[in-house]
């Protein structure tokens, strides 16, 4: 079965697929996220459109591996259905304790007959007393059952994620939409071939003294680094170019916090742990007084996508204003940094890191253009960069919760021949609709009162370990044992146009 919606600018698809893998971003919310407090803004979801297309929103988990939320709008259906049967019975309680109380207080009766000169007998008012008192414990009670179905509901969903473009590739396998710069030669330098282990950016940070893996691994353990002489320079100018890059397109530059409320991470789609109890996001420790005191949880944000998102949480946008466009530098903390591995050694795969992201509030009906724009901005920085990338549309099952569609470019890394071609991600896009101004209850009003949701979408300018690592790989000259500077780069370098071994 194929099913399309149009949905504000979007068609929205499902298709068969039948691999069911745990989703890394999403698990349920009774083992991996924390309560909202009372001070986390009110989600409002589209519930409605999930009871009238129970199909769609089932398959489309199925095709982005949530397979445990599979069954989610079915019994979405079935509570709301006992939550209806609930309201029709409080209904016909409170009738009847309205009639008892018309009685009690020699008014009108339902019948319409004045009993105003009538006396009930005391002992007949004792005994619509106590059916009232009966009466009114039993719409409590049915009302407490009503509040927990809701919730429940609520609850279910939340875990569902964001709806797949037409634009995503159903499965697991990207679609490959351009390339940017030449491939470079095979070998590094015309004097002297290289071997995938001289070209490793491990292997040239040691001979340059560049990047201090052991040191870091004693002071904060394995996945972290201290970034040294050339290639300290080389992160502050790749800030700085992917900084001045996105303001020329419009972008303002917003330093965010790297500490946010857990419940807004949530909100926008980044879970705790995955649905294999592994942990994500590494989450503040509360004092047992903060904790008995209801205080929020806080955890470090893994991109500056979260703090961004959050700026305009339980607030009220003008859409004569749309776009809004902001892009920040920001410290980065990822707990699900992967194994000890080949992919994992060196810069490719870290914990802390530095990154440039770029993030926007836009009216529907404008996501896609933004997106292109984006995607646009990120392409113009690795071309500047001289890294020869491929463009890919990822496919359904690479989306996290909040993507209704997602954009990687990959970078060519010498040093990686021998797994994936030697690709690796250095740049994501995505457009998030209005997953996450729902969640956040940001609102935007039009210009004739009306209040809507406006869109999200954001994208990655520069994130400095593996585009650095890919500088190193790529601009590594053996014979002369240096790595040269892409231009683009040489106004931040304080002169230095090449890295190369310090001299005495």
Request: proline residues 7%; glycine residues 8%.
């Amino acid at each position: 079965m194929v099913l399309n919606r149009p949905i504000l600018g979007f068609s929205l698809r499902t298709r068969p697929h039948t691999h069911l893998q745990p989703h890394k971003h999403l698990s349920s919310s009774s083992a991996s996220t924390p309560a909202r407090p009372s001070i986390a803004p009110k989600p409002n979801i589209d519930i409605k459109h999930i009871r009238q297309n129970p199909e769609l929103h089932a398959q489309n988990c199925l095709d982005r591996n949530y397979g445990a939320q599979a069954s989610h709008p079915l019994k979405i259906i079935v509570l709301f259905d006992e939550w209806k049967a609930l309201q029709q019975h409080s209904r016909s309680l409170r009738e009847k304790n309205n009639y008892l109380r018309t009685k009690l207080s020699h008014s009108k009766t339902f019948s319409g007959r004045d009993v105003a000169d009538q006396t009930a007998p005391e002992e007949d008012k004792t005994t619509i007393l106590e059916e009232a008192r009966a009466l009114k414990q039993q719409i409590g009670e049915i009302e407490a059952q009503e509040e927990a179905i809701t919730t429940s509901i609520e609850d279910l969903a939340l875990e569902l994620p964001n709806l797949t473009s037409a634009e995503t590739p159903i499965g697991d396998t990207p679609r490959l939409i351009e390339y940017i710069n030449e491939h470079p030669d095979p070998s590094p330098s015309s004097s002297s071939p290289s071997t995938p282990l001289s070209r490793s950016h491990v292997h040239i940070a040691s001979a340059l003294d560049l990047i201090d893996f052991s040191a870091a691994a004693l002071n904060s353990g394995w996945g972290f680094y201290y970034l040294k002489n050339g290639a300290a320079l080389l992160e502050h100018a790749l800030v700085s170019y992917a900084l001045s890059t996105a303001m020329a397109h419009g972008f303002t530059p917003i330093t965010p916090p790297s500490l946010t409320y857990s419940h807004i991470s949530t909100a926008c789609g980044f879970r705790p742990r995955d649905a294999g109890g592994e942990q994500q996001v590494y989450s503040i420790a509360q004092s047992a007084t903060d904790a008995h005191k209801g205080k929020p949880e806080l955890s470090l944000a893994g991109t500056a996508e979260i703090p961004f998102a959050g700026m305009h949480a339980a607030a009220e946008l003008d859409a004569a204003a749309l776009p809004l466009r902001v892009v920040g530098a920001s410290r980065c903390y990822r707990a699900e940094a992967g194994g000890r591995g080949v992919d994992t050694k060196g810069l490719y795969r870290v914990h802390e890191f530095t990154k440039v992201e770029m993030f926007a509030w836009t009216r529907p009906a404008e996501a896609p253009a933004l997106f292109d724009a984006v995607v646009a901005v990120q392409m113009e920085i690795l071309r500047g960069l001289g890294l020869h990338c491929r463009v890919l549309e990822q496919p359904s099952a690479d989306l996290g919760a909040s993507a209704v569609r997602k954009r990687d470019i990959e970078a060519f890394f010498p040093g990686r021949r021998e797994r994936d071609g030697g690709w690796g991600e250095v740049t994501s896009a995505s457009i998030c609709t209005d997953y996450q101004t729902r969640r956040l209850a940001t609102r935007m009003r039009g210009v004739d009162g009306r209040l809507g949701w406006p869109h999200t979408v954001n994208g990655t300018a520069v994130a400095v370990p593996r585009v650095l690592a890919a500088l190193l790989e790529n601009g590594w000259d053996e014979g002369r044992e240096c790595v040269r500077v892409p231009a683009c780069l040489w106004p931040w370098m304080h002169g230095m146009r090449e890295i190369g071994k310090k001299r005495g």
